[in-house]
């Protein structure tokens, strides 16, 4: 399905299509002249938005989104508030070094926090439940490899909420016979990505800022004295400009530099029907916390308050398309499905109801990065991963100090204005995302040869 203006109201991912019916604003229909211009209208962009006007009442703050608010990666999400970061903790160990991966957990830890304040000081109905996070194995191999993780958490003194556990406990907590122990994390929350995003609509709105939905930037220009953004039907002139694009920041007109930063993968999610009482006692599961497993194609799956579970992952799927196409996957919507029901043959015939997915924006050095892009009137944020909920929370502030000209404690965290490897063939960057998938699913593929009937490895083929 294309991305066009007819589209972001049909391709909506479970939260969007349960929220029910949306009206977006009014595009773009003049020239304007304004202090701050932001583009793209997710977590990145309307909590930057938020930020700088209220530091700054005076400004004229726009954002111009070219679907709806929540398009993207934050209103498809699994709503997971975590301290997770980059890549695996050893990759991001390897590349960045301790206390980088120290400063990183810092800064996550600040983000899970804010983004809760920031949903209890405004009153947000975001579904939001702070329930810890369970991280799951499923084999010894993967066991020995999350045991050498919770050493790592220890050894760096990030270990301060988890706890291990074996496979007897998850058996008692979970009701299942799959997992071969883990990790307990308890600062971490979840939240319904749809609500939390039109929630910050409404708060930037409250304060000021001007949003313009299905307004597509379709041009870039730098002047000595301003930044032009052209859009179908108006012009901006700005004196700053914020990329809040994501995944999609390979299609977004600009200089080069931009566009080569990172490149998307898609993940699929689905989620089953509402359990009945009887089902959710007959997998235990009682503090409803939210999972994730070590393997290389991670699954990711939680409870929702209207007792529905929704399991993603086990593959990531990149296309020569482009980020903006919805291209169905049918083979990993069936993996997460047969993937619940081994971990749950209780729940064998439970229904799903719904299958979406969207796209993460990747780095090639395994971090996300906010970056001046030519000079400071043009800010970058993105590479965020599967873990930018509570990191954009954040980088929204950061952001909004960067654009204050400000130093703080937020801008001087390392990823701010450092140099991301380059990514600037397509089609490199698709044969290299191709290879690196193989790769990854071999590895699973070896860490779980001795689960004999176990989950059917799926055969998705990107385009
Ligand atoms: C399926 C899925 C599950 C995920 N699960 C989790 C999770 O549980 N926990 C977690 O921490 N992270 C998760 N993530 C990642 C997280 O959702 C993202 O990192 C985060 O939402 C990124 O927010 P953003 O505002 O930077 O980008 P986005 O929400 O992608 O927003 C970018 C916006 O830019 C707009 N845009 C693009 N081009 C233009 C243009 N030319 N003009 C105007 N607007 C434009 C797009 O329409 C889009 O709305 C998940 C991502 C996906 C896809």
């Given amino acids: 399905m294309s991305f066009d203006q007819a589209s972001p109201l049909q391709s909506r991912s479970f939260w969007q299509h ?48 070219a679907a709806i608010i929540g398009f993207g990666a934050s209103g498809r999400n699994a709503g997971f508030s975590t301290k997770m970061f980059g890549l695996e903790p050893e990759v991001v160990l390897l590349r960045w070094g301790k206390q980088k991966m120290i400063d990183a957990h810092h800064y996550l830890k600040l983000a899970v926090a804010h983004t809760k304040h920031l949903i209890e000081d405004n009153g947000f ?23 050498k993780t919770y050493e790592l958490f220890q050894n760096l003194g990030i270990d301060e909420d988890m706890v291990w556990r074996g496979a007897e406990q998850f058996r008692q907590d979970f009701h299942s016979e799959r997992f071969a122990g883990g990790i307990y994390e308890s600062n971490t929350g979840y939240l319904n990505p749809c609500k939390q995003v039109r929630a ?40 700053k400009l914020v990329i809040a ?23 699929y999610q689905i989620v089953t029907e509402p359990l009945s009482d009887a089902q959710w006692d007959s997998i235990g599961w009682k503090e409803r916390q939210s999972f994730g497993d070590n393997r290389q194609m991670l699954h990711y799956f939680r409870p929702t308050t209207d007792g529905r579970i929704i399991m993603g992952g086990g593959d990531v799927i990149p296309y020569r398309t482009g980020a903006k196409e919805e291209i169905p996957a049918p083979a990993a919507w069936q993996h997460c499905e047969e993937h619940l029901k081994w971990i749950y043959p209780q729940l064998k015939n439970i229904r799903i109801d719904y299958r979406w997915g969207g796209p993460v924006s990747v780095t090639m050095d395994a971090a996300p990065e906010i970056s001046f892009i030519e000079d400071e009137r043009m800010i970058y944020s993105g590479g965020c991963f599967g873990h930018g909920v509570a990191l954009t929370h954040l980088n929204g502030r950061t952001i909004a100090d960067l654009l204050e000209g400000k130093k703080t404690e937020l801008t001087e965290f390392w990823i701010v204005n450092r140099k991301s490897l380059s990514m600037s063939s397509d089609t490199l960057s698709f044969l290299g995302g191709g290879v690196a998938r193989g ?6 593929w070896w860490e779980e040869r001795s689960l004999k009937g176990g989950r059917v490895e799926t055969a998705v083929v990107g385009r």
Avoid: C
């Fill in 18 to 65: 349960a929220y029910g019916e949306y009206s977006p604003n009014s595009p773009l229909a003049e020239d304007l002249k304004v202090d701050v211009a932001i583009v793209g209208g997710g977590f990145t962009g309307l909590n930057t938005a938020w930020q700088f006007k209220k530091d700054n009442p005076n400004a004229r703050v726009v954002v111009l989104e």
């Fill in 125 to 147: 109905q975001s579904d939001y439940e702070h329930r810890g996070l369970v991280r799951a194995t499923y084999t010894k191999q993967q066991l020995g490899r999350m045991q």
């Fill in 200 to 239: 910050l609509k409404s708060l930037a709105e409250s304060a000021g800022v001007s949003i313009y939905e299905t307004t597509p930037v379709t041009k870039i220009e730098r002047t000595s004295s301003a930044i032009v953004v052209t859009t179908p039907n108006g012009k901006i002139t700005s004196d």
């Fill in 245 to 267: 694009t994501n995944a999609y920041t390979r299609q977004v007109p600009g200089p080069q530099r931009l566009r080569s930063r990172q490149y998307p993968l898609w993940t």
């Fill in 439 to 444: 790769a990854l699913k071999a590895w699973d």
